[in-house]
């Protein structure tokens, strides 16, 4: 399984709920490893970037406007399988329909669903890029490294 980096969005309401500490924690947790981090206030022009294959559909000017309604929190995970393992965290997009014990199942009532995650390796890498400079992010060895993974695991 590779090694590879995901990002998360933390959204408004879990900023504005304060519920950003206990979401990274469940991944850090996990074993998941931060490779960068910041807060920011989100623009038309990148959410049209970030949600283009949203822009036409109707709920788009509600995203867009919740979206800029308070920063945001953004975070790169590095782990192995993190693209499908951090998904499979957050749960189903409706948190109503997310399975207990998953972020949106735990944390969420609405569309509002606290947290975004990239879908995929291509868009993972797209996302990060869109979000991060290259200095911004971090390569460092964590101290439970050899805990988290198996021998066979670890990269080489
Ligand atoms: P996210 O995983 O960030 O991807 C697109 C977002 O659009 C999604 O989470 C929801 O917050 C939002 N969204 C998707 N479908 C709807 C909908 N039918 N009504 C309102 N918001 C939606």
Same mark, same amino acid.
């Given at each position: 399984m590779a090694m590879e980096r995901t990002i998360i969005i933390l959204k408004p309401d879990a900023v504005t709920r304060q519920v950003c500490g206990e979401i990274i924690a469940r991944f850090e947790k996990r074993?998941?490893?931060?490779? +960068?981090?910041?807060?920011?206030?989100?623009?038309?022009?990148?959410? #049209?970037?970030?949600? %283009?294959?949203?822009? $036409?559909?109707?709920?788009?000017?509600?995203?867009?406007?919740?979206?800029?309604?308070?920063?945001?929190?953004?975070?790169?995970?590095?782990?192995?399988?993190?693209?499908?393992?951090?998904?499979?965290?957050?749960?189903?997009?409706?948190?109503?329909?997310?399975?207990? +014990?998953?972020?949106?199942?735990?944390?969420?009532?609405?569309?509002? #669903?606290?947290?975004? %995650?990239?879908?995929? $390796?291509e868009a993972a890498e797209a996302e990060i890029k869109r979000f991060f400079k290259p200095e911004e992010l971090f390569n460092y060895t964590a101290a439970n490294y050899e805990w988290v993974y198996a021998e066979e695991e670890r990269k080489a």
């Amino acid at each position: 399984m590779a090694m590879e980096r995901t990002i998360i969005i933390l959204k408004p309401d879990a900023v504005t709920r304060q519920v950003c500490g206990e979401i990274i924690a469940r991944f850090e947790k996990r074993g998941l490893k931060i490779a +960068g981090l910041k807060m920011l206030k989100l623009t038309d022009e990148t959410l #049209n970037i970030h949600y %283009a294959h949203h822009v $036409t559909k109707p709920f788009f000017p509600r995203l867009s406007k919740f979206m800029k309604s308070a920063p945001v929190i953004a975070v790169v995970l590095e782990g192995n399988d993190s693209v499908n393992q951090v998904r499979k965290m957050c749960g189903a997009t409706y948190p109503l329909e997310a399975a207990v +014990g998953t972020i949106r199942g735990d944390y969420g009532m609405s569309m509002n #669903n606290l947290i975004h %995650a990239s879908d995929s $390796t291509e868009a993972a890498e797209a996302e990060i890029k869109r979000f991060f400079k290259p200095e911004e992010l971090f390569n460092y060895t964590a101290a439970n490294y050899e805990w988290v993974y198996a021998e066979e695991e670890r990269k080489a």
